[in-house]
């Protein structure tokens, strides 16, 4: 039996978030340069779309560009922005075809300004659909996303428009960028690293972590099915015992 045939689909995870890690790598053991990896990424963004679009996944997340990726070498920098520009462009018939909703979180005003339009133009276009919401981490640093909620909120205290006490984890979690997303319940990682790195970490508190050793660009519908029957195979137990849960 295949994968997806094993997965019981009334039991999926609402929202998957992935690290897609390893470009670089696996470009390297071609002996080609780093961006053939990402141009190969590509390919991998497009099965994670339609694996999690045949089985009706409500929400995706892909780390596509953090705020320390700044800090690459400028070439590979603007490589990764046109690549992101052309893919938009090239994608959004697909998009609309599937019904797809296109969504960003992070600081996007430090795009390109081509960047910036095509990613606008794209969220505006697909803003009725009503499918999958495919959301592009770009520029985006979870701890800056924490620290501008507890700014935001501590504006609002200034103001008077609410006391210290009214905050609570809700109100919290609704100034984040993804206030109107439900939290990831699988994050999965590519290429064998074990890390987080600075990726929704608040909302991260319950997911379940999946770490496969396959780099991004190798990346196909069956890993991603793969990672969701290993979600189903593991007890969520938020804190309570074996036997409040079964
Ligand atoms: C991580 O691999 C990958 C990135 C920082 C860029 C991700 C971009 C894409 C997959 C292509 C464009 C995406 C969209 C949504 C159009 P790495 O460079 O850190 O690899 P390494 O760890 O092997 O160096």
Redesign the pocket.
């Known amino acids: 039996m295949n994968y997806i045939e094993q997965i019981d689909t009334s039991r999926l995870p609402q929202h998957i978030a992935i690290i897609?890690?390893?470009?670089?790598?696996?470009?390297?053991g071609k002996g080609k340069l780093?961006i053939f990896?990402?141009?190969n990424?590509?390919r991998?963004?497009r099965e994670a779309i339609e694996g999690s679009d045949d089985l009706g996944i409500k929400y995706l997340t892909?780390?596509?560009?953090?705020s320390e990726?700044w800090n690459?070498p400028k070439f590979?920098v603007s490589a990764?922005m046109e690549?992101?520009i052309g893919?938009?462009h090239k994608?959004i018939a697909n998009l609309m075809e599937k019904n797809v909703r296109l969504n960003t979180i992070g600081d996007i005003e430090m795009l390109p300004k081509k960047a910036h339009r095509e990613l606008t133009d794209a969220i505006e276009k697909t803003s009725k659909n009503t499918g999958l919401t495919l959301t592009?981490a770009l520029s985006y640093s979870s701890r800056r996303e924490i620290t501008q909620a507890a700014k935001s909120l501590a504006l609002k205290v200034e103001q008077g428009l609410i006391k210290a006490d009214d905050i609570d984890e809700k109100m919290f979690a609704d100034n984040l960028y993804t206030g109107d997303m439900p939290d990831p319940e699988l994050l999965i990682r590519t290429?064998g690293?074990f890390r987080v790195s600075n990726y929704l970490l608040w909302q991260i508190a319950y997911a379940e972590l999946y770490f496969t050793p396959k780099?991004?660009p190798d990346f196909r519908k069956d890993d991603l099915f793969e990672a969701i029957l290993d979600f189903q195979k593991r007890e969520r137990r938020f804190g309570m015992i074996s036997e409040q849960v079964n």
């Open positions: 897609m890690d390893g470009n670089g790598r696996w470009a390297k780093r990896g990402h141009h990424g590509v991998s963004v892909l780390y596509t560009f953090s990726n690459r590979e990764i690549l992101l893919t938009i994608e592009l290429s690293e780099l991004w």
